[in-house]
Antibody, heavy 121, light 112 residues
């Protein structure tokens, strides 16, 4: 059974930095692209970033480009999101989601439970 | 404003049939890209409901079905049950955006 567990969500001040992690199990991690999707409280889902199976290709939503960096460690079955220059509008639950293609841009067949990032002074 | 447009809310009585629309454009649904649907129950993570326009993952009841035509797609739920009350999101690929992955704004289904 696929299991995705996010961690790292905390309260951080505007302008601060944070690293989110997602521990994966139950599937061959380096066979699939991975995504981060966020959801502000009471709002819709917003795709944030995608990394392909080997980390050689990354993509970002315009809202986070230049501030967030997605990465993965296939030896440790882990996905990361480094978040810099955080803004109040980045406040959201952040979900890691497993893609169904190695290069990404398919559907997301498994999601973690989410971790809450709050950007506030 | 989402690239994919969904009605904010729909409702139906138990046993009835409801549909949720997802309207796109020539740069996403109309360009032939697939639509996928997710169900988000209160306080939980989204769950894949329909992939590739009309396919159900294992474990999803046959009451849920998807279709696509032109620049729009629809999710239909028949035999509505109380546990179907949730938010529903469509997702696709858009060639006009640098990011490419797009979600609809979500639809709240209320079972009366």
């Amino acid at each position: 059974e696929v299991h995705l567990v996010e961690s790292g969500g905390v309260v951080v001040q505007p302008g601060g930095s944070l690293r989110l992690s997602c521990a994966a199990s139950g599937f061959i991690f380096d066979d699939y692209a991975m995504n981060w999707v966020r959801q502000a409280p009471g709002k819709a889902l917003e795709w944030v970033s995608l990394i392909n199976w080997d980390g050689g290709a990354t993509y970002y939503a315009d809202s986070v480009k230049g501030r967030f960096t997605i990465s993965r460690d296939n030896n440790k079955n882990s996905l990361f999101l480094d978040m810099n220059s955080l803004r109040p509008e980045d406040t959201a639950f952040y979900y890691c989601a497993k893609d169904t293609a190695s290069s990404g841009f398919n559907w997301f067949d498994s999601w973690g439970q989410g971790t809450l990032v709050t950007v506030s002074s | 404003q989402s690239v994919l447009t969904q009605p904010p809310s729909v409702s139906g009585a138990p046993g009835q049939r409801v549909t949720i629309s997802c309207t796109g454009s020539s740069s996403n649904i109309g360009a032939g890209y697939d639509i996928h649907w997710y169900q988000q129950l209160p306080g939980t993570a989204p769950k894949l409901l329909i992939f590739g326009n009309k396919n159900r993952p294992a474990g999803v009841p046959g009451r849920f079905s998807g279709s696509k035509s032109g620049t729009s797609a629809s999710l239909a739920i028949t035999g509505l049950q109380a546990e179907d009350e949730a938010y529903y999101y469509c997702q696709s690929y858009d060639i006009s955006l640098s990011a490419h992955v797009v979600f609809g704004g979500g639809t709240k289904l209320t079972v009366l």
